[in-house]
T-cell receptor
Framework: QKEVEQDPGPLSVPEGAIVSLNCTYS??????FMWYRQYSRKGPELLMY????GNKEDGRFTAQVDKSSKYISLFIRDSQPSDSATYLC?????????FGTGTRLQVFP | EAQVTQNPRYLITVTGKKLTVTCSQN?????MSWYRQDPGLGLRQIYY???????DKGDVPEGYKVSRKEKRNFPLILESPSPNQTSLYFC????????????FGPGTRLLVL
């Protein structure tokens, strides 16, 4: 079993939809939780970064961490075609940093 | 413009021919790292460096070498490339020791025949 599980998609939604992207993990020692966005033929770029449990909002993006369920989510409101990309979750503690395999999102006009 | 650059962006080589992929950052970051990205396996860390002359192995270091002689540069060396090192490689950097907020380069696509 992988330490971090992420549905590869693709997830296809119409413009304006609310998107929910998720990751589950098995290591309860993870303390930092990140979401990266990766456009085709580009490097990943950091979207959201949270420490421990709770919610964090940045514009149309909300990151949610539920440590009791070992589950993290990224919500995208009013999704746009420019949001079409692969979204990678990542999590870390003092010993390791693990990335998910990514979920491909397609937002069609 | 703050950025991480990698060269070359694309490389085709043959088994056993030594190669170096360069990485440079202009943000005065202490932490730099190398990753490989493979389908179904995600990003896996090869090596990282906390500062000049300080390097350490990541999760998949076999077959790779690195050096950190200057703060801005962190080259990845494949002394004797093999086909299983065909992959997409990313260099990344971050300030302090924070691995959590890394800036990634554009990637180097390597094919080893």
């Amino acid at each position: 079993q992988k330490e971090v599980e992420q549905d590869p998609g693709p997830l296809s939604v119409p413009e304006g939809a609310i998107v929910s992207l998720n990751c589950t993990y098995s290591n309860s020692a993870f303390q930092y939780f990140m979401w990266y966005r990766q456009y085709s033929r580009k490097g990943p770029e950091l979207l959201m970064y949270t420490y421990s449990s709770g919610n964090k909002e940045d514009g149309r993006f909300t990151a949610q961490v539920d440590k009791s369920s070992k589950y993290i989510s990224l919500f995208i409101r009013d999704s746009q075609p420019s949001d079409s990309a692969t979204y990678l979750c990542a999590m870390s503690n003092t010993d390791k940093l693990i990335f998910g395999t990514g979920t491909r999102l397609q937002v069609f006009p | 413009e703050a950025q991480v650059t990698q060269n070359p962006r694309y490389l085709i080589t043959v088994t056993g021919k030594k190669l170096t992929v360069t990485c440079s950052q202009n943000m005065n970051h202490e932490y730099m790292s190398w990753y490989r990205q493979d389908p179904g396996l995600g990003l896996r860390q090869i090596y990282y460096s906390m500062n000049v002359e300080v390097t350490d192995k990541g999760d998949v270091p076999e077959g790779y070498k690195v050096s950190r002689k200057e703060k801005r540069n962190f080259p990845l060396i494949l002394e004797s490339p093999s086909p299983n090192q065909t992959s997409l490689y990313f260099c990344a950097s971050s300030s302090g020791w924070g691995r959590e907020t890394q800036y990634f380069g554009p990637g180097t696509r390597l094919l080893v025949l």
